[in-house]
């Protein structure tokens, strides 16, 4: 398996373009979810999904968009960068569980200028 | 609202010491708490997870407590090694939304 997997690692937008942060997992994880990761801070939870078809937000969705069209797949759409958005995005999936273990991914560092 | 804090902030020890990490957590209700390992630029790593009735577990080197009276976590490192320079993060679950902590950072000398 290769686990959850993440494209681009790295990428550099200017501020007012969009972009998808593409995430996919092999584990046939029901849960899937998306995290930022700034210095100083813990990560926060922006989008999660409980199943394919099923999105909700986190605890800082705005500026972010998901969808969960299959099992494998929930990329992370920014609709217009901001400098704010600067920051290291994880993906990670797990189980139907609150015991289960979540995966992350090996993240995208992202630039806006 | 939940919180988790944990302590200290950065720690530098000398390898083959011993260590311990502290986590405070005010998330209720309580669902389960989970050490992670995060290694520079990699996604977390879980070590340990604890629920409400374990008061101790250990994964190798790794010994993790639990008192869920104080909500108090402890993660103990036990003759570090040079691998275990990372930053390690406590997260405490009450319902699908885990709260994080801010992490330590350890960074292990020879």
């Known amino acids: 398996n290769a686990g959850v997997t993440q494209t681009p690692k790295f990428q550099v937008l200017k501020t007012g373009q969009s972009m998808t942060l593409q995430c996919a997992q092999d584990?046939?994880?029901?849960?899937m979810s998306w995290y930022r990761q700034d210095p100083g801070m813990g990560l926060r939870l922006i989008h999660y999904?409980?199943?394919?078809?099923?999105?909700d937000q986190g605890e800082v969705p705005n500026g972010y968009n998901v969808s969960r069209s299959t099992t494998e797949d929930f990329p992370l759409r920014l609709l217009s960068a901001a400098p704010s958005q600067t920051s290291v995005y994880f993906c990670?999936?797990?189980?139907?569980?609150?015991?289960?273990?979540?995966?992350f991914g090996p993240g995208t560092r992202l630039l806006v200028l | 609202k939940n919180q988790v804090e944990q302590s200290p902030q950065s720690l530098i020890i000398l390898e083959g010491k011993n260590c311990t990490l502290q986590?405070?957590?005010?998330?209720?209700?309580?669902?389960?708490l989970r050490w992670y390992k995060q290694d520079t630029g990699r996604g977390p790593v879980s070590l340990t997870i604890?629920?409400?009735?374990?008061n101790t577990k250990s994964n190798g080197r790794y010994t993790a407590t639990l008192d869920a009276d104080t909500k108090q976590s402890s993660l103990h490192i036990t003759a570090s090694q040079l691998s275990d320079s990372a930053s390690y993060i406590c997260?405490?679950?009450?319902?699908?939304?885990?709260?994080f902590g801010r992490g330590t950072s350890l960074i292990v000398h020879p």
């Open positions: 986590c405070n957590y005010t998330v209720s209700p309580f669902s389960n």
């Open positions: 990670a999936s797990s189980r139907a569980s609150e015991q289960e273990t979540q995966y």
């Open positions: 584990m046939n994880h029901e849960y």
């Open positions: 604890m629920t409400f009735s374990e």
């Open positions: 997260v405490v679950r009450g319902s699908y939304i885990p709260t």
């Open positions: 999904s409980v199943g394919a078809g099923i999105t």
